[in-house]
C-alpha cells in the first residue's frame, strides 16, 4: 500500500478563500473505492494501492476546473513502501516512540 500528500491549488478564483474548492474535492474522494484519506490544512494524505492513489490524484486536479477554476496548480508526493506494510499513522507513530526514548 503507499501513502500520498496530494495538495491542490485553483488560481485565479477570485478569492483568497479555497474552502468551497476543498470541500468539492474531499466529497470527490469520498466517491473512489479502494482508498482511505485524511485532510490537513495544508493537503490531503490518501492511502491504497498507487492506481487507486493516482486516480484519486486526477479526479482532484479536476475538481476545481468542474467548479470554474481556469487554471490548477497540483503537487503530489508518494511514499511506496515494498518491504513491510506502511500506514500514515504507522510512520508517525514511530516518530512518537524514538521522541519517548530520548
Not at 482508498?35 to 494501492?49: A, C, D, V
Not at 487507486?52 to 477554476?69: C, D, K, V, Y
Amino acid at each position: 500500500m503507499a501513502i500520498a500528500e496530494v495538495t491542490v491549488i485553483p488560481i485565479g478564483t477570485g478569492s483568497t478563500s479555497l474552502s468551497s474548492y476543498v470541500a468539492d474535492m474531499q466529497r470527490v474522494l469520498k466517491t473512489i473505492e479502494g482508498i482511505t484519506y485524511e485532510l490537513t490544512s495544508m493537503g490531503t494524505i490518501i492511502e491504497g494501492p498507487l492506481p487507486r492513489i493516482l486516480a484519486a490524484a486526477e479526479a482532484l486536479h479536476e475538481s476545481p476546473f468542474t467548479a470554474g477554476a481556469q487554471r490548477v496548480s497540483t503537487s503530489l508526493k508518494i511514499d511506496d513502501r515494498r518491504d513491510k506494510p506502511s500506514t500514515s499513522r504507522g510512520k508517525l507513530e514511530a516518530v512518537e516512540r524514538k521522541l519517548r526514548e530520548d
